[in-house]
């Protein structure tokens, strides 16, 4: 299911709700999810490229794991 159709499924069953309780914990939701604060952080150039060169860097000095250790770690 795309997220357009999400959407209106969403709408509908919340245009149905009648419990003011249900309604005020979506309102909560609604607001953390839409507040500034969760929104990403806009990284500047010099950022970027300061963390690029920290990861080479780090890849050089062996500071990484390899694809099969992260596995493992999560199985």
Do not use: C, W, Y
């Given at each position: 299911?795309?997220?357009?159709?999400?959407?209106?499924?969403?709408?509908?069953?919340f245009?149905?709700?009648?419990?003011s309780?249900?309604?005020?914990?979506?309102?909560?939701?609604?607001?953390e999810?839409?507040?500034?604060?969760?929104?990403?952080?806009?990284?500047?150039?010099?950022?970027?490229?300061?963390r690029?060169?920290?990861?080479?860097?780090?890849?050089?000095?062996?500071?990484?794991?390899?694809?099969?250790?992260?596995?493992?770690?999560?199985?």
């Amino acid at each position: 299911m795309d997220i357009a159709s999400r959407k209106i499924e969403f709408v509908q069953k919340f245009l149905k709700l009648e419990d003011s309780d249900s309604l005020s914990k979506l309102e909560i939701l609604l607001k953390e999810e839409t507040s500034v604060d969760n929104m990403p952080k806009r990284l500047t150039k010099e950022d970027l490229n300061k963390r690029i060169d920290q990861s080479e860097s780090d890849f050089k000095n062996g500071k990484h794991k390899t694809t099969k250790e992260l596995l493992a770690k999560f199985q």
